[in-house]
């Protein structure tokens, strides 16, 4: 799970010449975005399908791809291009004179901003919610170690208890065997004296 201060990122990016500032949601193999500029909000999803394809087309591990999708977007790079295209997203590298498609998704224009200003209200409505979510998967996982942790104590307890019982009886049994020995070695040597008693009267 991913910590809170790195869960969301804000980066000021130039997307085809005008300045646009791009939040990012991040989970642990997804990312919601929002990218608004001074009229319009566009929102987005990269899905956990998106990343097993476009990692497995760059020949990449799963873990390396998200890891290298994060810092070209959490910071404006001179070596990426952005673009909005036809409903999309893109990031491209820039490698040697080529550019390389390494990710894109699609987006949605949102009709609710009406100033010419970004929607603060509802970046901030988003960033709430994504901290809610956030702060739900928090929750459960720790409800989970918790359950998970009362039943190993469960288990542990009723462990100790078999063995102290366990041990109990071992012992029980091992002083009951050492009684019966002890009697058997008292009765032999009554046996030996009584027997030498009886000699010394027959040489009488």
Same mark, same amino acid.
């Given at each position: 799970?991913?910590?809170?201060?790195?869960a969301i990122?804000?980066?000021? *990016?130039?997307?085809?010449? #005008? =300045?646009?500032?791009?939040?990012?949601g991040?989970?642990s193999?997804?990312?919601? %975005?929002y @990218?608004?500029?001074?009229?319009?909000?566009?929102?987005?999803?990269?899905?956990?399908?998106?990343?097993?394809?476009?990692?497995?087309?760059?020949?990449?591990?799963?873990?390396?791809?998200?890891?290298?999708v994060k810092?070209s977007?959490s910071?404006?790079r001179?070596?990426?291009?952005?673009?909005?295209?036809?409903?999309?997203?893109?990031?491209?590298?820039?490698?040697?004179?080529?550019?390389i498609?390494e990710?894109? *998704?699609?987006?949605e224009? #949102? =009709?609710t901003p009406k100033?010419a200003?970004?929607d603060?209200?509802?970046?901030? %409505?988003a @960033?709430?919610?994504?901290m809610?979510?956030?702060?739900h998967?928090?929750?459960?996982?720790f409800q989970?170690?918790?359950?998970?942790?009362?039943?190993?104590?469960?288990d542990?307890?009723?462990f100790?208890?078999?063995?102290?019982?366990?041990?109990?009886?071992?012992?029980?049994?091992?002083?009951s065997?050492?009684?019966?020995?002890r009697?058997k070695?008292n009765?032999?040597k009554?046996n030996r004296a009584?027997?030498?008693?009886?000699?010394?009267? #027959?040489?009488h």
């Open positions: 799970m991913m910590d809170l201060d790195e990122t804000v980066t000021k *990016l130039i997307v085809q010449g #005008d =300045p646009c500032y791009l939040m990012v991040w989970q193999d997804s990312f919601e %975005v @990218l608004f500029n001074k009229e319009k909000l566009w929102k987005g999803r990269f899905s956990p399908n998106r990343l097993v394809g476009f990692s497995k087309n760059l020949h990449m591990s799963e873990v390396a791809y998200f890891a290298n810092r977007l910071q404006s001179e070596d990426y291009i952005y673009e909005l295209k036809s409903g999309f997203f893109y990031w491209k590298r820039k490698i040697k004179g080529s550019v498609i990710g894109f *998704l699609p987006m224009l #949102d =009709p100033h200003h970004p603060l209200i509802e970046v901030l %409505v @960033l709430n919610k994504h809610k979510q956030k702060v998967n928090l929750k459960s996982s989970s170690i918790k359950s998970d942790y009362q039943k190993c104590l469960r542990t307890e009723e100790l208890n078999l063995k102290i019982e366990m041990e109990k009886a071992l012992c029980d049994k091992f002083l065997l050492l009684s019966v020995k009697s070695v009765s032999l009554l009584y027997l030498k008693d009886q000699e010394m009267l #027959d040489l």
